[in-house]
């Protein structure tokens, strides 16, 4: 059962977390988007590597937070837990695509 006072700090790291996740998604799709858009016609090695990391990227993420989550002892735990290995591969993604 969750103590849902006393769980504050957890919720307001969880807040933070997820609007991260948010803010650099729309930096990533922005960034992607316009680089595939320039590739269209003539990628170059650079636009292939980054192509070919996008869907290996997503399953790792999604099946360590499944994992993640799985462990959780409550379901606080459980969305951070879930919410952690995301957070980690596109804030990441968005620092490394901003300074390309």
């Known amino acids: 059962m969750v ?3 006393s769980s ?3 919720m307001v790291r969880l807040w933070r ?3 991260e ?3 650099a998604s729309m930096v990533v799709i922005a960034e992607r988007s316009a680089m595939m858009g ?3 016609m003539f990628p170059t090695a650079r636009d292939v590597q980054e192509f070919g990391r996008m869907v290996p990227e997503k399953m790792d993420a999604f099946t360590r937070s499944m994992m993640g989550a799985a ?3 409550d379901p606080i735990e459980a969305a951070e837990n879930a919410l952690a290995p995301v957070h980690a591969r ?3 993604n968005a ?3 901003r300074r390309r």
Do not use: F, I
């Open 71 to 73: 462990r959780a002892r």
């Open 21 to 23: 996740t948010w803010s």
């Open 17 to 19: 977390m997820s609007m």
């Open 3 to 5: 103590d849902w006072w």
């Open 90 to 92: 596109v804030t990441s």
């Open 38 to 40: 320039n590739a269209a």
């Open 95 to 97: 620092r490394r695509l």
């Open 8 to 10: 504050g700090p957890q």
